[in-house]
C-alpha cells in the first residue's frame, strides 16, 4: 500500500486556487458546483431533509429497542437514564466538535481524513479503520436481529436461508444509488419516530391507569424491583449499551460529501442531535424503565428478539398477549432502516480510507453512476458475522457483537475531541480568527477536553463488571479492541515513516467547498413569489 505524498499546500498558487473554488463568485474551476465529486467520485445526491432525518432518526434500530431490554435488566430504570443521559451529554459535545469541523471540511472521509490533516497518518487509520469496526459489528447484529424475527414468524427457511435473501436484496437496494438510499431513509426514519412517539404516548396512559380494567402501575417498578439492580457495576455495563446506541450521532460527517448543500444542512443536522438525544434517548429511557420491570422474564430469556424488548413485555403486562407480532413488525421496520444505514455508513469509510491510502486500493472504485460497488459488497460480506448466532444463540451473539463495538465507539469519540483540539490549535496559530468559522462550537475548549477526558474514562471502566467476578471470556470480550488501536497506530506509522504535524505545519486550506445550490444561483428571494406550501417543498 503506498503512502500519498503530502502536497505542500503553503504554495501561494494553490491556495489561491482553493480559496478561489471554496469561497469564489461562481467559477467552478475547483469542481465545487458537479452533481459528482471530483475528488472521490460519489454522488453528491443527498437533500438536507435527508440528512435531517438521518441526524434524527437514521440509525434507530433494535439496537435501541431490544439492547435497551438487557440494559434494563442489567442496571435498572436509573442506571438506564443514567447511561443514557452521560453518553447523551458526551455525544452533544462530540458534535459539537464534528460540526465545526466538517462544515468547514465536508470530506467524506471524516474522521480518518481530519486525523490525517490534524494529527498524523497513521493516526487517521487508527481512527478510520475503528470507525469500520463499529459498523460492521452493528451490521451483523442487525443481521442478526432481522433473521431472528423472521424465523419466529415461520421457521420454515433456515435462519442463514433468511440472512442470505436479505444479504441479497440490501446488496441489491444500496447499488441503486445515494438518492435511493436517501429518500429511503427519510421515509423509513419518519416511521420511526411516529413509532416511537406512539409507544411514548401508550405508556402515559398505561401508567396513569387510562387502559380500561388495567390498574395504573404508576412508578411502581422503581420501587419494586428497585431502580438499580446492580449497583455502579449495573451503570458501567449500561454504558457499553448506550455507546452503541448512540453510535451513528456523527454520521452526518460521513455523508457530508454526497450532500448538496452541506454548509446548510450540516449545522441544520448537527442541531437536531439534540433533539435526537432529548426526545428519541432520554424519552425511551424513561418511558422503557416506566412500564418495564427490570427482573421481566422475557428481557433476559425469550425465545425471540421481541420477547427482549421492554415495548413488548409492556403491552403484554397492559393485557395485549400477542401484541409480541405488533413489535416485532416495528422491529423489522426498524431493521430495514438500520442495516440500509449501517452498509452505506460501512462502505463510505472504507471507500474514502482506500482512496486515500488507508486501505486497500480496489475498494475505492466507484461507477459512472457514483456508487462504490466494491465498498458495498465488502462492507456487506462483513454481515456474515451474524451468522455466529447459529453456533452461540442469537441472545450471545447480540451480547458479544455489542462488547465489541462499544469500546470502539469511545475511542473514536475520543479521537474527534482531540482531532478538534489539534484544528483549533493550528487555526490560532496561523493566524485565523474563531469567527471566520462558518460554525462554531459551543464551550470550547472545555466542551473538547471534557469529549477527550469523559470517553477515554469510559472505554477503560465499559468492562468493570467483568473484574469481579473475574470473567476471562467476558473480560477479552470487553478489551480486546482497546489495544487495537494503539498497535495500528504504531505499526502504521513505523512502516511508513508518518509524520506528526506540528500546528504551523497544519495544512488549513484544501477541502473545503461550496453548496451546489450556490453555483444553481438560488437566491433567497428567488421562491418569495410562491404560494408557502411550494416554498417549503422547495426548501426541501
Not at 393 to 407: D, E, F, H, P, T
Not at 452 to 458: E, G, H, K, P, T
Request: with cysteine; proline share 4%; net charge neutral.
Amino acid at each position: 500500500m503506498s503512502v500519498p505524498q503530502r502536497p505542500d499546500h503553503k504554495n501561494d498558487a494553490l491556495i489561491d486556487d482553493q480559496e478561489a473554488g471554496a469561497y469564489g463568485s461562481g467559477s467552478d474551476e475547483s469542481g465545487d458546483f458537479r452533481d459528482i465529486d471530483p475528488n472521490s467520485g460519489v454522488k453528491r445526491g443527498l437533500k438536507t431533509r435527508h440528512l435531517s432525518m438521518m441526524a434524527l432518526a437514521g440509525i434507530i434500530g433494535p439496537g435501541l429497542l431490544v439492547g435497551s431490554g438487557g440494559a434494563l435488566a442489567a442496571g435498572g430504570p436509573a442506571s438506564l437514564i443514567i447511561g443514557f443521559g452521560v453518553i447523551g451529554i458526551i455525544a452533544f459535545s462530540i458534535m459539537q466538535s464534528l460540526g465545526e469541523l466538517t462544515t468547514l471540511y465536508p470530506s467524506g472521509g471524516a474522521f480518518a481524513d481530519l486525523g490525517d490533516r490534524f494529527i498524523d497518518k497513521a493516526f487517521g487509520v487508527a481512527v478510520g479503520w475503528n470507525y469500520f469496526i463499529i459498523w460492521f459489528c452493528v451490521l451483523a447484529n442487525e443481521y442478526n436481529v432481522i433473521s431472528s424475527v423472521c424465523v419466529f414468524w415461520s421457521d420454515k427457511v433456515p435462519l442463514y436461508g433468511y440472512f442470505l435473501i436479505f444479504w441479497f436484496a440490501f446488496l441489491g437496494f444500496q447499488l441503486l444509488g445515494v438518492e435511493t438510499f436517501g429518500e429511503a431513509e427519510f421515509w423509513l426514519a419518519l416511521l420511526k419516530l411516529i413509532g416511537l412517539i406512539a409507544y411514548f404516548l401508550f405508556s402515559i396512559i398505561y401508567a396513569s391507569g387510562g387502559i380500561k380494567g388495567v390498574e395504573g402501575i404508576g412508578f411502581s417498578y422503581w420501587r419494586d424491583p428497585g431502580a438499580f439492580a446492580d449497583g455502579f457495576r449495573g451503570v458501567a455495563s449500561v454504558f457499553v449499551f448506550c455507546s452503541t446506541f448512540y453510535a451513528g450521532v456523527e454520521s452526518v460527517a460521513v455523508a457530508a460529501t454526497e450532500t448538496k448543500n452541506p454548509g446548510k444542512a450540516v449545522p441544520l443536522a448537527i442541531r437536531q442531535v439534540f433533539i435526537r438525544i432529548l426526545v428519541v434517548y432520554m424519552g425511551s429511557a424513561f418511558f422503557f424503565g416506566l412500564t418495564c420491570p427490570s427482573n421481566a422474564p422475557g428481557l433476559i430469556g425469550g425465545t425471540s428478539r421481541a420477547l427482549r424488548s421492554p415495548m413488548t413485555v409492556a403491552i403484554q403486562n397492559a393485557g395485549w398477549e400477542n401484541g409480541v407480532h405488533l413489535i416485532n413488525a416495528f422491529i423489522f421496520i426498524t431493521v430495514l432502516s438500520a442495516v440500509n444505514s449501517s452498509i452505506y455508513i460501512a462502505s463510505r469509510t472504507i471507500l474514502f480510507m482506500a482512496q486515500s491510502g488507508k486501505a486497500p486500493k480496489l475498494l475505492g472504485y466507484t461507477n459512472k453512476r457514483g456508487v462504490p460497488v466494491y465498498a458495498i459488497i465488502f462492507t456487506n460480506a462483513c454481515g456474515a458475522l451474524s451468522m455466529m448466532n447459529i453456533s452461540t444463540g442469537a441472545s450471545k451473539a447480540y451480547g458479544y457483537i455489542v462488547n465489541l463495538s462499544g469500546v470502539s465507539t469511545f475511542l473514536v469519540w475520543g479521537s474527534i475531541s482531540l482531532i478538534h483540539i489539534r484544528f483549533r490549535s493550528a487555526w490560532k496559530k496561523q493566524g485565523h480568527h474563531e469567527t471566520e468559522l462558518p460554525f462554531q462550537s459551543l464551550w470550547y475548549p472545555y466542551n473538547a477536553y471534557f469529549g477527550l477526558a469523559s470517553n477515554v474514562f469510559l472505554a477503560f471502566v465499559q468492562g468493570w463488571g467483568t473484574l469481579a467476578p473475574f470473567d476471562a471470556g467476558n473480560f477479552v470480550d470487553a478489551y480486546i479492541l482497546l489495544p487495537l488501536f494503539p498497535v495500528i497506530y504504531f505499526v502504521y506509522k513505523f512502516v511508513f515513516k508518518t509524520k506528526l504535524w506540528r500546528s504551523h505545519e497544519v495544512d488549513l486550506q484544501s477541502g473545503r467547498r461550496r453548496d451546489l445550490d450556490d453555483g444553481r444561483q438560488v437566491n433567497k428571494g428567488e421562491y418569495d413569489h410562491l404560494p408557502l406550501w411550494q416554498r417549503l417543498w422547495k426548501s426541501l
